[in-house]
């Protein structure tokens, strides 16, 4: 057996729950024993549209959380946005209809091996994963603090019962409807400096993740970012979710966000470069 | 229980199943490997690989359409002797048949591929990729040109020798697709890969300009199965003992069995695979089944089935 993909399973599995949740829809579905194998930063790819669908292509959501022990076996949380015809149509599925699912994929968020401070950066329903992540994070003894951005206050997700694993939370909209006016990552800079952080994780849109590397870049902050590229298949076959990555020694090449992510050490990957020729 | 004899031949290379990947959409293998045993299918065809590693063509390298998916990778890839290092021994340890798919920018990088592949072992044929959409330079697409078809598999044949298979990949955006594959099997080509991928675009209508970063993509998946079963009976038609690998949107076992029936000996399974890992194990099963309910006892049988003369009437 190969490393790659280890670990990745494709199931039927149903739908426990379906709850609209501000823009965004919580889905809870029943994957079994491996809820257990799932990390935070994981993926899923999931079938949409149904049989004689002409959507052929899985779609990739992130794991928000996962739980083991609950009443109906493992399961695990998405928080879906329903922008497009996939999306909306997993939306739509409601308590005990059934998916095809592979899961887990990806690369996981690393966890330190001691207590250390963790700053917790997520824009729009980005943030869902950081969620569990911080509960894990929590359980490692590491002060969790987290900011979350978006354009407006319905785009803002943040949980109740979530809050309950980081030291404090602080939210930022563009057009002021929520929290504090201006961009989540305008504070990080002043963070890093006054709290002794040693990790930046990060969820959102790439142009958040870029700007987060420009501020981490040259201190001894580590930036571990969930990156966000189009993907038709999620297991690595089709190349056509690549990021420009350089090695230790400065080579550049095109990895698969799907397998060499989504979660990647953000000073390696060529912001620069996204979406250019090499 | 019906005994079904389930293998095929492309020129003197033998496969106990008729499905195999489609280049370029399983990687190496190694991707796939997980979701079940590589040894199981008839053959991987792997990625076509260049002389040297390449970067491909920039993001958004992928569109969704209806039925389809247009892609704009550009052969990315390690370069043949990262390929020869790697890639290969993982395959041969896997115990899977192995289909080598070369892509060169001039007539004398295939020949300088075919050269590197001559004396590696574990290889059971080479697909040589004249067809692909998605280079700068549309003159590169060999396929489209019967001279520069022919010089290509010419060039790849002397260097090769008379032993292992060649493959020539072609493409269906030509006016007469049967002068092309006569002219590459009067080269010295086996058998024929068809379809690849047809030229594309979509206009993205935020940005109001093409959507992919390539501009232009190639489109798969079952909106082009139509075309290649055309394709596929129009070169069977005029050319019987060529064997064919038959491609385009195959995701069902009825899908499998139309292009055999058209005139193909094999079909690769390519996009089917982005949607769902286990696709070509399931499309293998629903194939040797429907063979099976349709009162076969071999694979051959059924080769261009859809060709033969009409049934004499009963009085």
């Given at each position: 057996m190969s490393t790659i993909n280890k670990n990745a399973t494709q199931i039927v599995a149903t739908v426990v729950s379906n709850k609209r949740v501000g823009q965004y829809h919580q889905l809870i579905i029943n994957i079994g024993e491996l809820a257990a194998l799932c990390k935070p930063g994981n993926f899923v790819a999931i079938n949409v549209g149904g049989e004689n669908s002409r959507m052929i292509l899985r779609r990739a959501f992130a794991i928000s959380r996962v739980s083991t022990n609950t009443i109906s076996g493992g399961t695990l949380e998405l928080i879906v946005a329903p922008h497009g015809q996939g999306s909306r149509w997993l939306c739509s599925q409601s308590e005990g209809s059934t998916l095809d699912i592979v899961v887990p994929l990806g690369t996981a968020f690393g966890i330190p091996t001691e207590p250390v401070q963790a700053l917790l950066v997520g824009g729009g329903y980005g943030s869902a994963p950081l969620f569990g992540l911080a509960e894990v994070l929590n359980a490692k003894g590491c002060r969790v603090d987290m900011l979350l951005g978006a354009s407006t206050a319905s785009k803002i997700y943040a949980p109740m019962e979530g809050k309950r694993a980081v030291n404090s939370l602080r939210i930022y909209t563009e057009d002021g409807s929520m929290g504090q006016s201006g961009r989540v990552t305008e504070p990080i800079k002043a963070l890093i400096e006054d709290m002794n952080i040693a990790v930046i994780y990060s969820c959102g849109p790439m142009a958040m993740l870029s700007a987060i590397d420009a501020i981490t870049r040259g201190t001894h902050v580590v930036h571990q970012c969930a990156v966000e590229e189009s993907m038709a298949c999620g297991i690595g076959i089709c190349m056509t979710c690549v990021l420009p990555v350089a090695d230790e020694s400065g080579n550049i090449f095109m990895l698969r966000s799907c397998i060499d992510g989504p979660v990647m050490d953000g000073s390696f990957v060529q912001w620069d470069k996204v979406g250019e020729v090499l | 229980m019906t005994v079904l004899d389930f293998s095929t031949t492309l020129g003197n290379a033998w496969f106990p199943a008729p499905t195999f990947t489609a280049s370029g959409c399983a990687s190496s293998g190694r991707e796939l490997a997980q979701f079940f045993d590589?040894?199981?299918?008839?053959?991987v065809v792997t990625k076509s690989v260049m002389m040297k590693a390449r970067t491909g063509r920039p993001t958004p390298r992928m569109a969704e359409t209806p039925s389809g998916m247009l892609n704009s990778i550009g052969l990315q890839g390690p370069g043949i002797d990262a390929f020869l290092a790697k890639d290969i021994p993982y395959l041969v340890e896997q115990k899977a048949r192995v289909i080598v798919s070369i892509a060169g920018e001039t007539i004398e990088e295939y020949s300088t591929l075919a050269r590197k592949l001559r004396s590696v072992s574990g290889i059971s044929a080479i697909e040589v990729n004249i067809s692909c959409p998605n280079v700068e330079n549309r003159g590169l697409v060999f396929a489209c040109d019967p001279e520069a078809s022919r010089r290509v598999i010419d060039g790849v044949r002397r260097t090769i020798g008379g032993e292992l298979p060649i493959i020539a990949k072609l493409s269906p955006d030509v006016t007469d697709l049967v002068a092309i594959a006569r002219g590459v099997v009067d080269s010295g080509a086996d058998g024929l890969a068809l379809i690849n991928t047809v030229l594309g675009m979509v206009i993205n209508l935020d940005t109001m300009r093409p959507h992919l970063g390539g501009k232009t993509g190639g489109l798969s998946g079952p909106a082009i199965r139509p075309v290649a079963v055309r394709a596929i009976y129009q070169v069977h038609a005029a050319m019987p003992q060529t064997p064919i690998l038959g491609m385009g949107g195959v995701s069902s076992g009825r899908d499998a069995l139309e292009m055999i029936a058209a005139g193909a000996s094999g079909v690769s399974i390519g996009t089917a695979s982005f949607g769902n890992p286990t696709a070509i194990m399931t499309i293998q099963n629903e194939l040797k089944d429907l063979i099976i309910a349709k009162g076969f006892t071999s694979l051959r049988q059924v080769i261009g089935y859809a060709h033969r003369p009409d049934e004499a009437k009963d009085e």
């Open positions: - | 590589l040894k199981d299918m008839g053959a």
